[in-house]
């Protein structure tokens, strides 16, 4: 509903164009790459469900020729996190040892500062209904924890765990995480989404947008470096 009534409310008063930040997740679990074009996914998790169920609001407008711009970012990485989104947390849980075991499955790693170049190139008018999947590398998750635990000093998870273990141990901290006081460093959400990830096809959003994404180790050491305190690379720093 908030969709309908933001997207739409917007159409309605001619703003033009009116950019809305989706995510990868509403088109999975998907059968091969994700293309802009892709549909909508049918994914059992709630997060993913409520990005699938408002997709289709956007969608519906793009396809009354309302100009819709739709962004679709992967795992959103990158220094100065306002909030502690999903990768600090995770970053902060790897830094602290909390995670002893990788996970199964992959994701495709976005910097945020790639995704606010390619929102800041999507606010331009008269172009009519786009879409643009905004991600760089597809990676391992066990990988990406590595990294981050390489990158901050700290001996990084052992081994992978099985993927029918790790729903499960997800299952069990979903029914666990309201009665306990702090966040559990697990839940279905990530494992389910990690183990469908599927390749994202970013041509249109590197020609039409201009957007070259950075390395992802760049992107995750930068990432580990604002946790501890460092300056994080600039983009000449990370291209070099």
């Known amino acids: 509903r908030g969709a309908e009534v933001v997207l739409g409310g917007a159409c309605a008063l001619g703003l033009d164009p009116v950019v809305y930040v989706s995510s990868y997740v509403a088109l999975l679990p998907g059968d091969g790459e994700l293309r802009p074009d892709s549909p909508v996914g049918r994914p059992p998790t709630a997060y993913?469900?409520?990005?699938?169920?408002?997709?289709?609001?956007?969608?519906?407008?793009?396809?009354?020729?309302?100009?819709?711009?739709?962004?679709?970012?992967?795992?959103?990485?990158?220094?100065?996190?306002?909030?502690?989104?999903?990768?600090?947390?995770?970053?902060?849980?790897?830094?602290?040892?909390?995670?002893?075991?990788?996970?199964?499955?992959?994701?495709p790693v976005t910097d945020v500062r790639d995704l606010a170049a390619a929102i800041a190139a999507a606010v331009e008018p008269g172009r009519g209904p786009r879409r643009y999947l905004v991600a760089g590398e597809?990676?391992?998750?066990?990988?990406?924890?590595?990294?981050?635990?390489?990158?901050?000093?700290?001996?990084?998870?052992?081994?992978?765990?099985?993927?029918?273990?790790?729903?499960?141990?997800?299952?069990?901290?979903?029914?666990?995480?309201?009665?306990?006081?702090?966040?559990?460093?697990?839940?279905?959400?990530?494992?389910?989404?990690?183990?469908?990830?599927?390749?994202?096809?970013?041509?249109?959003?590197?020609?039409?947008l201009g957007v070259a994404f950075r390395p992802a180790t760049a992107t995750l050491a930068d990432t580990v470096g604002w946790l501890q305190g460092e300056r994080p690379a600039t983009a000449a720093e990370a291209a070099a």
């Not at 502690?84 to 849980?93: F, I, K, Q, V």
């Open 48 to 107: 993913a469900r409520s990005k699938a169920q408002a997709e289709e609001v956007a969608r519906a407008l793009q396809a009354g020729g309302a100009p819709v711009t739709i962004v679709y970012p992967g795992m959103v990485w990158g220094p100065h996190d306002p909030c502690e989104g999903e990768s600090t947390l995770l970053a902060r849980d790897l830094l602290a040892g909390r995670i002893p075991v990788g996970s199964p499955g992959a994701v």
């Open 138 to 208: 597809l990676l391992p998750l066990a990988e990406v924890m590595r990294t981050v635990a390489a990158a901050g000093g700290r001996r990084p998870p052992r081994g992978v765990m099985p993927a029918p273990l790790v729903l499960a141990a997800g299952r069990v901290c979903d029914a666990l995480q309201p009665l306990v006081r702090g966040r559990l460093p697990l839940g279905r959400q990530g494992p389910w989404t990690a183990l469908h990830a599927r390749p994202l096809d970013t041509t249109a959003t590197r020609r039409d």
